[in-house]
């Protein structure tokens, strides 16, 4: 714990969240260990908005003398004043020494603190918990846009006033959303054309439309391709399948397909384009990491252009599931084996520090914003921690980049009640940062980076369904949210969140 994480939290404030969990015991009379250590074991550092139910349950552990787990041992709880309330006043310990309880918070935000004590134990002093409660402004709903349910939508790529909306099997369908070609905003996007790419030249399928880039080529001084990704089917570690497309927007009303890349073997993903380098590239699953030369005029198969590739995890033990292009290196989210860091495609594209550095979930999206470095995770990986219990909901990796540019993890943000967190994203000034979530408690968040190390929860908002993808844009002096709800009910959903910003 470094000197202000520190300083903060013996002043109450608290700092991070740490991982917790447990399973309250059953009644019956109280018998005290005779011996015993009592400690926290998770939950004790964690920010919630004011009125809600904390992500992560206080949790302690009984030990004995011999460092044991002490089964059946009863914990009392109690709240400070105006801190909300418990979801047990008492508890036991299961068989491995731990006892939980759930913190609903009360409305008023500030530190709310619980208190834990072992029951019949005079001697032992009690465990402190303190939860920092935060106003989070409400996200407003400005636009929700239908998008046809063969499969639905997923990633929205937001720029001059257009948003190319990924979807699937429809295809790419590009709206005005305050470019000005048909008069459309952010509150009434205006369909301006769609184009379905012909069947890939490796994959073998048309659609799957995934993900895409608007490339803005400084060079040239044009803004005509479009790059699209398919992701077809796939099994995590070993197989993938879907290839890229380059469609010519010169003409918005009329886009054309023009050119393709496929990789035998894997599927693309998320992309990254070096625009002023001119260099694609594409996070290509078991592939890993591909880079290709996007140069002057651009028609055909483009597996000529292919500059270099690499599996950062070796080649039986990567599934790469993003890319970024910063701070003259290049990073890598991959699924099996954490953050790594790359040398560009002009130096060959060698692995050059991180990875195996998240072991305990699948790692997913990821943005990086010098010093920092921040990715997602989502479920499949069940790791338990050094006292044997199961790591709960899902984690935010926060990374500070060390000068060599390698990631060191400083911290975790837990988030309670998802499956996923799927699209992570910072904004153009490094103040905001956007996180999507799905399953359980989904929608999106957004927190303000005044420290990157504790980002603090700004402003919210839920969908039923939860939101796939998430991307900023301001447009017209307003801040916005382009998200995808999918799979059920799926439509483009925009959010203005300028209030809850400023």
């Not at 895409?212 to 005509?224: I, L, Y």
């Not at 998320?270 to 590239?281: G, I, K, M, S, T």
Request: a negative charge.
């Amino acid at each position: 714990m470094n000197g202000l994480r520190r300083t903060l939290l013996l002043a109450g404030i608290v700092v991070g969240a740490a991982c917790g969990g447990g399973d309250p015991g059953g009644g019956g009379p109280v018998v005290p260990p005779p011996t015993q250590g009592f400690a926290a074991a998770g939950g004790r550092a964690q920010r919630a908005v004011a009125g809600t139910t904390v992500p992560v349950p206080y949790t302690v552990r009984v030990t004995n003398a011999a460092g044991q787990p002490v089964a059946d041992a009863a914990v009392r709880w109690t709240l400070a004043a105006a801190s909300g309330s418990l979801s047990a006043a008492s508890t036991r310990t299961d068989a491995s020494g731990h006892a939980s309880v759930l913190h609903t918070l009360g409305p008023v935000p500030g530190v709310q603190e619980a208190s834990a004590s072992l029951d019949g134990a005079t001697a032992v002093t009690p465990v402190l918990f303190g939860t920092l409660a935060v106003s989070a402004a409400p996200a407003v709903r400005v636009a929700e846009v239908a998008i046809p349910a063969d499969y639905g939508i997923h990633d929205t790529f937001v720029r001059d006033g257009l948003a190319f909306v990924c979807a699937w099997n429809t295809g790419l369908i590009i709206y005005d959303v305050g470019h000005g070609i048909r008069g459309g905003s952010p509150s009434a996007p205006a369909e301006v054309s769609r184009i379905v790419p012909p069947q890939g030249p490796v994959s073998g399928f048309t659609g799957s439309i995934h993900n895409a880039w608007w490339f803005h080529n400084p060079v040239r001084g044009e803004s005509r391709y479009v790059f699209l990704g398919q992701e077809g089917p796939g099994v995590i570690g070993s197989e993938s399948r879907g290839d890229i497309s380059v469609v010519d927007v010169s003409d918005l009303e009329h886009p054309q397909a023009v050119a393709t890349f496929g990789l035998a073997g894997s599927g693309t993903h998320n992309f990254w384009v070096d625009e002023p380098a001119q260099v694609l590239y594409a996070a290509y699953y078991n592939g890993g990491v591909v880079a290709i030369d996007v140069s002057g005029t651009l028609s055909g198969d483009l597996g000529a252009r292919l500059i270099s590739e690499v599996r950062p995890g070796g080649p039986d033990s990567t599934y790469t599931w993003g890319v970024q292009v910063a701070n003259g290196w290049v990073y890598a989210s991959d699924m099996e084996s954490g953050l790594w860091r790359l040398a560009p495609a002009s130096a060959g594209m060698m692995v050059l520090g991180g990875g195996q550095n998240v072991l305990d979930r699948w790692t997913s999206d990821l943005w990086v914003s010098n010093p920092y470095a921040f990715t997602g995770t989502w479920g499949g990986v069940a790791r338990r921690d050094s006292t044997g219990r199961l790591n709960p909901g899902n984690a935010l990796k926060i990374w500070l980049l060390l000068p060599s540019g390698d990631p060191v993890l400083t911290d975790s943000l837990i988030l309670g009640n998802v499956g996923t967190i799927s699209d992570v994203e910072v904004s153009g000034d490094g103040q905001r940062l956007l996180l999507t979530t799905e399953r359980g408690t989904g929608g999106f968040s957004i927190y303000s980076l005044g420290n990157p190390e504790v980002p603090v929860l700004m402003a919210t908002a839920a969908e039923s369904s939860g939101l796939h993808t998430g991307t900023f844009a301001r447009i017209g002096g307003r801040d916005f949210v382009f998200a995808a709800r999918n799979p059920g009910n799926p439509a483009l959903v925009v959010y203005d969140v300028t209030e809850a910003l400023h």
